[in-house]
């Protein structure tokens, strides 16, 4: 399996699709990042990709491996990355079987 791209090698490719310095690249890169972050709270579309949003965990019981005691893990909210329908089927039935 090949590696993820990094941060700087996004941005890279960025710049050179659409003919920007990476600097201007880099920018917009990071205000997308800022927005999706304040705005999460309210559920942030990222359009064609998915969606990010706020959920609320309940109180459950759970176990400790070490010991195998049983404690109370406390309720949440925790933040949750819905894939879009779109992305699942460009990346998902894109590619031929590799069976």
Do not use: H, W
Not at 26 to 34: A, I, P, Q, R
Not at 46 to 60: H, N, Q, T
Not at 72 to 90: H, L, N, R, Y
């Amino acid at each position: 399996m090949a590696k993820a791209l990094t941060k700087s090698q996004i941005i890279a490719k960025l710049a050179d699709s659409t003919n920007q310095p990476k600097k201007v690249s880099k920018l917009f890169f990071d205000e997308l990042t800022e927005l999706a972050y304040k705005e999460a709270k309210n559920s942030f579309t990222f359009p064609g990709i998915g969606k990010l949003v706020l959920v609320d965990r309940k109180a459950r019981t759970g176990r400790n491996p070490a010991t195998g005691e049983t404690i109370q893990i406390p309720a949440k909210t925790v933040v949750k990355f819905k894939v879009s329908k779109a992305c699942k089927e460009a990346v998902l039935y894109s590619k031929p079987n590799s069976k």
